[in-house]
């Protein structure tokens, strides 16, 4: 008797057969690769036994280089040799402020590319090498074609670098299954969903302090399901910014006003290794051009305070967000290379009144979980619980008056649809104009603008009539789709947000602290728009009333009644929302006795003609 092969779905539909699936840490300063073997998650090294793979990229005339081989080109070629590339990703030529040794190409409001012997390279090719690199790597360990892989992001990554992220992964030559946020990533490394006989929601802070990026996530494991309460950080601040504070302080001390570009990498290369020294040694020794400077651990703290004192204002802020208290988080985990520092320690040990978790190696753990998740939606475990990451900026779209209708809150769990029906403005109205916006402000003006379509087709009917039903949705990797659809004809339109460059640290920053800023003023500005908008529906219903009826009144209430709109349109030139609705209730006074005017007019139209025993007889 045969026997049948029977294979759960999403498995292989032969038992034997493993499916291999990757997860990659795409870092800033390394990235690195790992994978689930006999059930243990492990990293993958080279043929030479390095784990970490340095994220750079030497480009010489006729070969590219790579990690450790490209490393020495930091300072003898640093034009052509491009490193940290991570902070370039999905962003405008415009917000990179930093210094840098490279020659940008491109216009201001998009992702540049960088100029190099062997051309024009953009951030999603460069990203793509090295992705490529740690592709070959595993297939190379592995000895087997890789099906799947889970590359991270950080958790405060906007769409746009988001889908340069998975851009990049598709021009390696991946199958992306998903993009997975860092923080969690780390969660499931350490296994906190796996902790034994929880009776209660347990709250986790993911410190996350690499290279170029900074992440701060407070994730809750309640009832078998981990879920991100709240999320921040800035995209563009890491160890590199701890060197160049270094440098920073160093040029001050000797008086050197600019370094040149040879200079700068090698000042940049003595403070990395400074800082990493003072971890196990009280006083180090600094060269810059060729003079030594003693630093130790006091005066390296005092350097560095600027930049932890923004990871601890961003920590408070995710505290509140979340609506915790210091004595509602269970465990404080590093995660990031640059958590090595005792001085990163020391400033998470004294803010959160505990000794934080760096057990697993914090330049590997994201990795690890990424090939946990990897290997659980490539279909070779179903064990593991839920993740949901969240938005980390509220979307919405823009309503008459410049409002912003926001239809998913910041920190709502992904994926997520959303859906809403709005309506016309105008009598006739046959088009509609979706804008996209993401922010936490009432007003249009002061929010990002994702991207616009428009709806076409509306049968024309009286406006208000039309009945549209917008949808967002976000799917897992964070990247967002909107269609727009009216219900009686069918007719819809979309668009994928795919903008070509991301928030700047300082947008994303300033996005939400302004939204708690001016949240009083938003309210009132808000109010105001309204009050504005309903006015002039009112004007408009009123002149074209007027336009046909204006003989059913006598010259006094005319005159009256356009002395009143007069006025409310005078007070609509003005900020005064009191004034603006005493105006419009003034005009009421008018407008309503000759709506009934109007009304009476289309009752005596209807009688006439009749006779009472029409009435009396209609039964």
Known sequence: MALLQIAEPGQSSAPHEHRIAIGIDLGTTHSLVATVLSGKAKVLNDEQGRVLLPSIVHYANQKTQFGDDAKPFLTTDPKNTITSVKRFMGRSKADIKFQHPYTLVGEDNQMPAFETTQGHKTPVEISAEILKQLKDRAESSLKNEINGAVITVPAYFDEAQ?????????????NVLRLLNEPTAAA????????????????????????????????RFSQGVFEVLATGGHTALGGDDLDRLIVKWAKKQLNIETLDDVAYAHAIVSA????????????????????????DRPTFEDIIKVALDKTISVCKRVMRDAKLELDDIQNVVLVGGSTRSYAVQKAVREVFNQEPLCTINPDEVVA???????????GNSKDGSLLLDVTPLSLGLETMGGLVERLISRNTAIPVARRQEFTTYQDGQTAMLIHVVQGERDLVENCRSLGRFVLRGIPPMVAGQARIEVTYQVDADGLLSVSAKETTSGVQAQIDIKPSYGLSDTDMERLLVDGFKFAEEDKNLRHLQETKVEAKRELEALEQALKVDAHLLDNEKLNLLSKAKTHLETQLETSEIKAIEDSVEQLKIYSDAFAAARMNQHIDAALKGTKLDDWSNSN
């Open 272 to 295: 990395r290794q400074a800082k990493e020294a003072l971890t196990d040694i009280e006083l180090v020794e600094l060269k810059l051009v060729d003079q030594l400077l003693t630093l």
């Open 188 to 219: 499931v490394a350490y296994g906190l969903d796996q902790e034994a006989n929880l009776e209660h929601d347990q709250n986790y802070v993911i410190y996350d302090l690499g290279g170029g990026t900074f992440d701060v996530s407070i994730l």
């Open 368 to 378: 690890i979980g990424a090939s946990i998740t990897a290997n659980q939606l490539i």
């Open 162 to 174: 988001r889908q340069a992220t998975r851009d990049a992964a598709q021009l390696a030559g991946l």
